[in-house]
């Protein structure tokens, strides 16, 4: 099992407090390609959307819920084009996955499909 893994800084709005290491999957569905501004719009049953974005200034992720940023982590720019293609690959092979360990600050990307816990 592949996982490409990147940390984050730093997150904003921890909607909830758990016990250490909690792991969320999260299996994202489809994806629209914005190539004018390096977007890539990610979709999951779990929020509104997710963009990861490979061209501003900060390249992050950002999760969306209800409308506005619920989450959001910065990405390396030597690992964000490489993060986009394989999430486009592996959404269209119907096989992806995001995990996000809310208690750590963490993500993963899984390019296979979401363990059922």
């Known amino acids: 099992m592949k996982l490409l893994k990147f940390v984050t800084l730093m997150m904003l709005l921890l909607p909830a407090v758990t016990s250490a290491g909690t792991w969320v999957n ?4 489809k994806y629209e390609l914005n190539e004018e501004y ?10 509104d959307y997710i963009v990861l974005d490979c061209m501003s200034f900060s390249n992050e992720l950002r999760i969306y819920s209800q409308g506005s940023i619920e989450r959001r982590a910065r990405v390396s ?16 092979r119907n096989e992806a996955c995001l995990k996000i360990d809310i208690d750590e600050n963490q993500f993963e990307f899984q390019d296979s499909k979401c363990e059922k816990k």
Do not use: A, N
């Open 26 to 29: 999260h299996p994202l569905t």
């Open 38 to 47: 390096g977007h890539l719009k990610i979709y999951t049953p779990s929020y």
């Open 77 to 92: 720019i030597y690992e964000c084009e490489e993060i986009q293609e394989r999430i486009k690959e592996s959404i269209d």
